[in-house]
């Protein structure tokens, strides 16, 4: 008899340690799978140009994008597109909101871009860049850029210049 208590003591206890012990890597390992994104993306030709958004949801909380771009000339001159953009994030740290809109030209040797953006609650910022390359003979190439950040409600923006001689021997 005593044999029989002391089985069945002991297959109390390895069913108790069983459903108590977990790895220090538990979720590490897999066990849990996590679940995929499930994004809702679409676009559609409205009015010379494209209205586009997507819905979706990660482990940060739920999102939504949506936007409307056209082009508005493609010709000697280079091209011009602009661009006006929403997003919304709700998630458990809290939720934000941002609206802006963006200029982006570009030709066969330069390109800029121009983005206004603001955050309901927050702040407003620009950021605008520009850049080219030319060629001065046949060996020969320059390229110059530089971008601007500001964030309005401070004093300085952030700015950037770059420059480069290239001769190809």
């Known amino acids: 008899m005593n044999s029989k208590l002391l089985f069945f003591i002991a297959t109390v206890l390895v069913c108790v340690n069983a459903e108590v012990y977990r790895s220090p890597n538990y979720e590490e390992e897999g066990l849990f799978s996590k679940r995929h994104p499930r994004d809702v993306t679409w676009d559609t030709r409205m009015g010379g140009g494209k209205v586009f958004g997507t819905l979706g949801q990660n482990d940060d909380g739920l999102f939504g994008k949506a936007g409307y771009n056209r082009e ?11 661009q006006a953009y929403g997003t919304r994030v709700l998630g458990p740290g809290g939720d934000s909101t941002n609206y802006g809109g963006r200029l982006d030209w570009a030709n066969k040797n330069a390109q800029a871009a121009i983005d206004i953006n603001r955050q309901i609650g927050g702040r407003s910022g620009m950021t605008a860049s520009g850049s080219g390359v030319w060629d001065l003979d046949k060996n020969t190439h320059i390229s110059a850029g530089g971008m601007v950040s500001k964030e309005f409600g ?4 952030d700015v950037g210049l770059q420059a480069e001689i ?3 021997w």
């Not at 508005?72 to 602009?82: A, E, K, S």
């Not at 401070?154 to 923006?157: D, L």
């Open 72 to 82: 508005i000339f493609n010709d000697d001159r280079g091209q011009l597109t602009g």
């Open 166 to 168: 290239r001769h190809e």
């Open 154 to 157: 401070h004093r300085r923006p």
